[in-house]
C-alpha cells in the first residue's frame, strides 16, 4: 500500500487548502486617520486591519493588468503623499476616491487577505521560505513520501503532495513507472521546466569504460550533492532506476541539514570551520556523447547559511574537492577534523537512510540538502544496471505548487460565487 510522509501531511493539506476555505470577512466600519496616512477596517469577526494609503493606491486595480498581474505604471513622488478625499463599502467592495479623482475598488475579501497584521504577512512569507522538517534514518523510513507514478501523471492532488514533501522533506518516491526511458518527461513535464547542464537534459547512468564521471562505474560512491562545482549547483535530483543490479547497488541517503544541526549542537567549532572556510571545488573532461569540453570550479563553504543563520545548502562533495582551501596554514589540520567529522556522522547508522530501488522506482530528493551515495554493484546484472537522471531548479517545483494551489483556491471561488 503506498502511502504518505505523515510528519508532513497536515502541513502539505493545510498549504493545498491555503486561501481557499477561509469564509470572507464581513467589513463592519471603515475611517481614515489621515495624520498616519492610513485606513482602518473593523471586521465583524472583531478584527480590525490598517492599510498605508500609498500602498492602497499603489495597488488600485486600474494599475494592475488584470490579465498577468503585473503593474502598468509606477507611482510619482507627487502622488506618495496623496490624500483620499472619501472612503465608503459599496456591495462587498472598499471604494476609496482620490483628491486627484482617481477611484479604487478593492473586493473586502482581498483587502482582508492583504492584512498587515503579523499573523497574515506570515502567510505570506511563509509562501517564500523554507520549512525544512528535518529526518533520520528511522523516520524516514517509517514516513518515506510514496505514491504511484500514474497518479502522479493523473492527479494534481498527488502531484502537490509530492513536490511539497520534497521541498521540505527533501526526499520522496514514486513506484511502479514503467521499466523505460523518458518516463522522466513524461513526469518532469508534469511540473516544468528541466535544468540542462554539461551531462545534458537526461543523462544514463551505466557501468562505462572510460568513466568521466564516477557514477558511471561499478565502484561504491561516498556521499555527496552533485555538481558543487557550478555555480548554480541544481536543487532538486529525480533518478528512475530502469534496470537493478543483482548484487549490491543499495542506495544511502542522509538528510545534510540534520548532519549540520547535529554538528553546530555538539561541535560547534568544526560547524563555524565548515560554514566560514571556503573549499575549491571542480571538475574537467569531456562528454564523449557530445564531444563537449567542460571545466567547472567554485570557491564555496561545505556548508552556507542564510542572512537568519539557518543552513541553507550544504556542498558536500569529496569527489570533485580540489587541493584547495583558503585558510591558513595553520588550520588546514583542523579543516580537515570537521570536515571528516560531518562524514563521520553522515555515516552513522541513526542518519544512514538505505534503500536498494527496485525496476520502475524514481527517488526524488533535494540536491541543495540531501547527500546521496551507493554501494558498489556486482555479478554478471552489474552491466544492466540502468538509471536515467535529470535535475529540476527551486523555482520550477514551487512555482507549480503554487500553481496548483492556486487554480484550487480560483475554482473554490467560483464554486462559492455559483451557489451564493
Known amino acids: 500500500m503506498l502511502r504518505s510522509c505523515g510528519f508532513v501531511a497536515a502541513s502539505a ?9 477561509a469564509a470572507s470577512s464581513v467589513p463592519q466600519r471603515v475611517s481614515l486617520a ?3 496616512h492610513l485606513l482602518s477596517v473593523d471586521w465583524k ?9 500609498v500602498w492602497l493606491l499603489d495597488n488600485c486595480p486600474s494599475r494592475i493588468n488584470s490579465g498577468n498581474g503585473q503593474r502598468v505604471g509606477r507611482l510619482t513622488r507627487r502622488e506618495l503623499r496623496l490624500r483620499a478625499a472619501s472612503v465608503s463599502l459599496e456591495k462587498g467592495r472598499l471604494v476609496v476616491r482620490w ?3 482617481e477611484l479604487s475598488v478593492f473586493p473586502v475579501d482581498w483587502l482582508r487577505r492583504h492584512c498587515f497584521s503579523p499573523t497574515s504577512r506570515h502567510a505570506f512569507v511563509s509562501d517564500h521560505a523554507d520549512d525544512a522538517k528535518l529526518w533520520d534514518a528511522d523516520r524516514i523510513r517509517r514516513e518515506l513520501f510514496t505514491c504511484a507514478f500514474a497518479d502522479v501523471i493523473a492527479d494534481d492532488a498527488v502531484l502537490f503532495r509530492l513536490l511539497f514533501n520534497l521541498d521540505n522533506v527533501g526526499i520522496c518516491l514514486i513506484k511502479e513507472a514503467p521499466k523505460t526511458e523518458g518516463q522522466l ?7 516544468g521546466f528541466v535544468r540542462e547542464t554539461h551531462y545534458g537534459t537526461y543523462f544514463t547512468v551505466k557501468s562505462k569504460e572510460n568513466p568521466n564521471n564516477n557514477a558511471y562505474t561499478s565502484s561504491a560512491l561516498d556521499l555527496h550533492v552533485d ?7 541544481p536543487d532538486f535530483q529525480f533518478l528512475h532506476c530502469i534496470t537493478q543490479a543483482g548484487e549490491g547497488g543499495e542506495n544511502c541517503f542522509v538528510d545534510g541539514f540534520r548532519v549540520a544541526q547535529v554538528l553546530r549542537d555538539k561541535y560547534p567549532d568544526d560547524y563555524y570551520l565548515l560554514t566560514t572556510t571556503k573549499l575549491q571545488y571542480t571538475d574537467r573532461g569531456c562528454e564523449p556523447d557530445t564531444g563537449l569540453l567542460f571545466h567547472n570550479t567554485t570557491m564555496r563553504c561545505p556548508i552556507e547559511l542564510a542572512s537568519n543563520g539557518d543552513v541553507k545548502r550544504v556542498y558536500i562533495n569529496n569527489h570533485t574537492r580540489s587541493s584547495f582551501i583558503d585558510a591558513d596554514p595553520k588550520k588546514i589540520l583542523r579543516v580537515y577534523e570537521a570536515w571528516t567529522r560531518f562524514y563521520d556522522l553522515s555515516y552513522e547508522a541513526r542518519h544512514l537512510f538505505r534503500i536498494k530501488l527496485t525496476s520502475g522506482d524514481v527517488i526524488c530528493f533535494k540536491n541543495s540538502r540531501v547527500l546521496h551515495g551507493r554501494e558498489a554493484f556486482t555479478g554478471r546484472s552489474a552491466i544492466e544496471r540502468h538509471l536515467q537522471g535529470c535535475y529540476m531548479d527551486e523555482d520550477v517545483v514551487r512555482s ?5 494551489r492556486d487554480a484550487v483556491s480560483n475554482k473554490q471561488q467560483v464554486d462559492n460565487q455559483a451557489a451564493a
Open 400 to 404: 507549480k505548487l503554487l500553481s496548483i
Open 227 to 233: 555538481l558543487p562545482q557550478i555555480t548554480r549547483t
Open 13 to 21: 493539506a493545510r498549504a493545498f487548502s491555503r486561501h481557499v476555505n
Open 45 to 53: 469577526d472583531g478584527h480590525s486591519s490598517a492599510y498605508p494609503l
Open 99 to 101: 483628491e486627484n479623482g
Open 34 to 36: 489621515e495624520s498616519d
Open 185 to 191: 518527461a513524461r513526469l518532469c513535464a508534469r511540473v
